[in-house]
């Protein structure tokens, strides 16, 4: 059964999405989704909504839009990686007492890949599933530095479109983070958001590797920290347009013992 909510969280009500959740039993674990800068609860063209309709019926889910994106409110200016994480940290406790489990999965994605890489530090309990990661911070990649001097020296609030051409690196950057020109491009936030997402390491989070899971091109840069690659076919387009790539992510998710 799916079920809309609205859950009041740090003064503004979020939409959240419940799946498969039956109040009158108690469940081993509970999957949470994180989408990225600029998505909704329903992930990168439906990505989310997608594995919600292909998981197994006794697996409960959860996906919200973040206050000041999708259907929540408030606005994208309020937004950063505090509100964020609280947001995520309140959906959780709620979740978690609507379901009785023991065990929470995060499932992120863009910058939804941070947070739950966050949250995964903070409870060694939980785990994180990773799709397609920028795990080395977005300023120590010199092919973005314009845009990164961009950044550094934009207005407090500033409108994404104002920040350069938005041309296909400018696209690709942006994609890295959740979304590309068509959902990323307009968007009001703060200058220090913006410089919040390009400096976080995934590295510098992992307390607990092996509770981390990845979907990634393979050849892509691990870092120096062992993390556990799920797939063991080629991922390349970062929003996993490719839809042989995005059915193999969902089929790999579905089988991921819960």
Same mark, same amino acid.
């Given at each position: ?58 697996? $409960? ?62 409870? $060694? ?7 397609? $990661? ?74 607990? $590797? ?49």
């Amino acid at each position: 059964m799916i079920k809309q909510e609205w859950i009041l969280c740090q003064g503004k009500r979020i939409c959240a999405v419940t799946s498969n959740v039956d109040v009158d039993r108690s469940y081993s674990a509970g999957i949470i989704f994180l989408h990225g800068f600029s998505q909704t609860k329903a992930g990168a063209y439906g990505l989310f909504s997608q594995i919600c309709e292909s998981l197994d019926r006794d697996v $409960p889910t959860l996906r919200f839009d973040y206050i000041g994106f999708g259907d929540s409110e408030g606005e994208t200016s309020q937004a950063d990686f505090n509100t964020m994480v609280k947001d995520a940290e309140e959906m959780t406790g709620w979740f978690v007492n609507k379901i009785c489990c023991s065990k929470i999965i995060y499932i992120g994605h863009g910058v939804g890949n941070y947070i739950a890489t966050m949250l995964a530090e903070k409870n $060694p309990t939980s785990e994180a599933i990773l799709i397609m $990661p920028q795990l080395k911070a977005l300023n120590k990649e010199e092919k973005y530095r314009d845009i990164i001097k961009k950044i550094e020296f934009a207005e407090e609030y500033t409108d994404t479109s104002s920040l350069s051409l938005w041309n296909k690196k400018m696209d690709d950057f942006f994609a890295l983070l959740g979304g590309r020109m068509n959902r990323s491009k307009g968007i009001v936030v703060k200058r220090e958001f913006l410089k919040e997402m390009i400096a976080f390491d995934i590295e510098d989070h992992c307390l607990y $590797p092996e509770n981390i899971k990845l979907l990634m091109n393979k050849d892509g840069d691990l870092t120096n920290i062992s993390m556990n690659i799920l797939n063991d076919y080629e991922l390349h387009d970062v929003l996993l347009l490719d839809m042989l790539e995005r059915e193999k992510v969902i089929k790999t998710i579905c089988e991921y013992r819960w």
